[in-house]
């Protein structure tokens, strides 16, 4: 049987271009490595191995928490603590895309637009459900990472983040795990601005 090499590599160039159209989860999360790292060394932030013993952060302070996330607390809030399963929490937020591929900007600090509204210790069904919300964006702040910060602080804190892949927001990447893909990859963001306050009424 004679093989058509003319066809064989078209078939095979098909295949490569199939393959490259989606990332490895490994590629994603060098990628993701490089971006904080850049974003770190672009503003200028040092990075801190422990949390402040006295609570206070300088401007570019942030400390590395075990989720991988970093956080910056620009003010801590009235000492009142959000209580799992319990505290409604009001959020506003500026949003910054800083994945190479996935650059932006998204606000939703002015008073203008509506806060997002999680049960503290119940994310996940909350972020699903404002995905739902067809004419809500709601879903792309609320995560586990951003709700991390309230172990941290309380009422009326005003706090700074960085949240990597495993504790982000939007899911929207298809990631290559063994033979098959997970659309699982959230790009890590630059929260420059988060805004909590408590919903006691």
Request: charged share 25%.
């Amino acid at each position: 049987m004679r093989i058509n090499i003319g066809v064989l590599m078209i078939v095979f160039g098909f295949f490569l271009g199939s393959c490259n159209k989606t990332k490895s989860f490994k590629e994603y999360k060098k990628e993701e490595k490089e971006a904080i790292a850049a974003l770190i060394a672009k503003e200028g932030f040092e990075i801190l191995d422990r949390y402040p013993a006295n609570g206070v952060f300088g401007e570019k302070q942030f400390v590395l928490l075990d989720n991988e996330c970093y956080l910056n607390v620009v003010d801590s809030g009235n000492g009142n603590r959000a209580i799992e399963g319990k505290t409604v929490v009001l959020m506003r937020a500026t949003l910054v895309g800083i994945a190479r591929s996935d650059t932006f900007t998204y606000s939703i600090f002015p008073n203008s637009f509506r806060p997002v509204e999680f049960l503290y210790g119940n994310i996940n069904e909350t972020k699903l459900r404002a995905k739902q919300m067809t004419d809500s964006d709601e879903y792309l702040f609320i995560s586990p990472g951003v709700a991390s910060a309230l172990e941290y602080v309380g009422n009326y804190a005003i706090v700074r983040m960085i949240i990597p892949f495993d504790n982000g927001q939007e899911s929207k990447y298809p990631v290559a795990i063994g033979s098959g893909y997970q659309d699982d990859y959230r790009a890590p963001v630059f929260l420059d601005r988060v805004r909590f306050v408590f919903d006691e009424y």
